[in-house]
């Protein structure tokens, strides 16, 4: 059960912005069993997005997470180009159209901004593509959307790190299932890379686990990830490489 | 003239790392005129990196760099998948082997390591893809590799950050020619987004500039960044908002 990940922004490639994004949801679907296979960034254009978005749907995750600019400006085309992408047209959702609304009226009460009337940027935010459930914002103006396509679960959100956060675990997550993969974080006493690699073959064969080791520089310590999808797999694990000399520290 | 860049790792699709190699190879390459217009990132499974950079030489890039493993480990695919991907078979360059050889030789004496001999993991760093050039690693143990292939300069950079930078630094940029690109971050006293929407698109219009906007927080200020080939076409973006009552500020 595979997963990918695209994000949207100029800033992200052009290196203005680090995409941090894409790690926090890569890591939430891997603690939910997804294997994230691939993530893609593109910029804010409706062709490439467009493009993309067909690409990943022939590989047919099972989930696909769009982050990307939903707000008011010209460089926010997220919606409209999955839209595009799905054949799907951009329909005026009341409901969030009213959300909307009473966001910038809020803002306005508190003094925030000077006019709480619907201009077009604002009312823009309200376009979900046909048949898409809307996603609430708590932190935020637009809301992001929930589609079923072809098999995949195309979920849209917000390109800003704290509103995309609080979507994906209020609206996001609790459609995915449970928590089902776990990793555990070591740190071992090995003087370099190189001397570890036969052993880790080793105990790839013998379990069930997936291991990633980088190093933290020479004669120190190894970091080690073991990824599973129970705790004594991950344990077992442990245990054999300690078993063959391997001294563990926690974490990292 | 457009380029990608491709970075591999588990850890970055399972959000153990965050992706900084690719903002700074992003950056780095728009500096010099380049239109990054897709990152991608896939795990160190051979499988997957082959069909990626394959899917990648069809469209065509003016440069492809690949940051990614190039160390002893088991996870260290990058250089022999890529080879793959290309047709190629992995050649053992004689004087990355020295090179190598010197390396854990200089560790050995400095003590970081209890032995200097090469051994399979670290005999492996000294193949590269037939045809291609080494590229210094002034940082670590493994030489990157730069190839031509279908008119697609590629360059193949290790994935610690430390190593990759520097590589990219003294190896890729003096063959990418001059830095041509400029950009100017400022911040717009604006009281939210969406006013300023209809501003940027008649600035649109008039420079030959691209402009990104991001919020910072309502009530305050709007970060824009102004993307140019010179100085004169940004001043000049900037010179028509202001006349337009924009008020800017330095930096962000």
Redesign the interface.
């Known amino acids: 059960m595979f997963a990918e990940v695209l994000t949207i922004g100029?800033?992200?490639?052009?290196?203005?912005?680090?995409?941090?994004n894409?790690?926090?949801?890569?890591?939430?679907l891997?603690e939910r069993g997804y294997w994230?296979?691939?993530?893609?960034?593109?910029?804010?254009d409706v062709g490439?997005i467009k493009t993309?978005v067909r690409e990943i749907l022939r590989r047919k995750p099972a989930v696909l997470i769009i982050s990307g600019g939903l707000?008011?400006?010209?460089?926010d085309v997220t919606m409209v180009a999955v839209a595009k992408a799905l054949g799907r047209n951009p329909i005026l959702c009341e409901k969030c159209l009213e959300k909307v609304k009473a966001f910038y009226e809020r803002?306005y009460r508190e003094?925030?901004?000077?006019?709480p009337n619907l201009?077009?940027?604002?009312r823009k935010m309200a376009y979900l593509p046909e048949g898409a459930e809307p996603l609430e914002n708590t932190e935020g103006a637009a809301p992001g959307a929930y589609i079923e396509h072809g098999g995949v679960k195309i979920f849209i959100l917000p390109g800003?790190p704290r509103e995309m956060k609080a979507m994906l675990e209020n609206e996001v997550l609790p459609r995915l299932g449970k928590r089902k993969f776990i990793?555990r974080?070591l740190l071992a006493e090995v003087?370099?890379?190189?001397?570890?690699?036969?052993l880790?073959?080793e105990t790839?064969e013998h379990f069930n686990v997936?291991?990633?080791?980088?190093?933290k520089g020479?004669?120190n310590y190894i970091g080690i990830?073991i990824?599973g999808e129970s705790q004594e797999e991950i344990e077992g694990a442990k245990g054999f490489m300690e078993s063959r000399g391997v001294r563990f520290e926690e974490g990292w």
Do not use: C, W
């Not at 707000?71 to 460089?75: A, F, K, L, R």
């Not at 201009?119 to 604002?122: I, T």
């Not at 997936?210 to 190093?215: D, K, L, V, Y």
């Open positions: 100029d800033e992200l490639l052009t290196g203005n912005t680090v995409d941090s894409s790690s926090f949801i890569g890591q939430k891997t994230v296979r691939r993530k893609t960034t593109v910029g804010d490439e993309v707000g008011p400006t010209h460089d803002l003094g925030y901004i000077d006019d201009n077009e940027g604002r800003m990793q974080k003087t370099d890379e190189s001397k570890l690699a036969p880790l073959i790839l997936r291991i990633h080791s980088s190093p020479f004669g990830i990824f």
